[in-house]
Nanobody, 126 residues
Framework: QVQLVESGGGLVQAGGSLRLSCAASGGAISGRHMGWFRQAPGKEREFVAAIARNGGNTYYADSVKGRFTISTDNAKNTVYLQMNSLGPEDTAGYYC???????????????????WGQGTQVTVSA
């Protein structure tokens, strides 16, 4: 059973940056597809970014492309989300996710992932 714990959220002014971390236990992330999603109050959880297993391709929502970067540190068993040029529209709870499947997942879909963290709040002030 993989457990995921996010950290790094907080309050930041528009234009600022944050780096979110997702520490995994119970299994190596190097062999898993990993993703970040976010959920704003009153809205559905939405895809933000994903990275394929074994340091493969990365995928981004159009709304964050060019501003956010997903990466992994296998030695630390941690996934990161570097967020730059933040705006109030990025305010949300951010959730890390991991898939237990090796093939055929939809990186952009909540259904593609089997394990979830508890989330970390990001608030961007105007």
């Amino acid at each position: 059973q993989v457990q995921l714990v996010e950290s790094g959220g907080g309050l930041v002014q528009a234009g600022g940056s944050l780096r979110l971390s997702c520490a995994a236990s119970g299994g190596a992330i190097s062999g898993r597809h990993m993703g970040w999603f976010r959920q704003a109050p009153g809205k559905e959880r939405e895809f933000v970014a994903a990275i394929a297993r074994n340091g493969g391709n990365t995928y981004y929502a159009d709304s964050v492309k060019g501003r956010f970067t997903i990466s992994t540190d296998n030695a630390k068993n941690t996934v990161y989300l570097q967020m730059n040029s933040l705006g109030p529209e990025d305010t949300a709870g951010y959730y890390c996710a991991a898939s237990r499947r090796y093939t055929g997942i939809d990186y952009y879909s909540i259904g593609g992932y089997d394990y979830w963290g508890q989330g970390t709040q990001v608030t961007v002030s105007a």
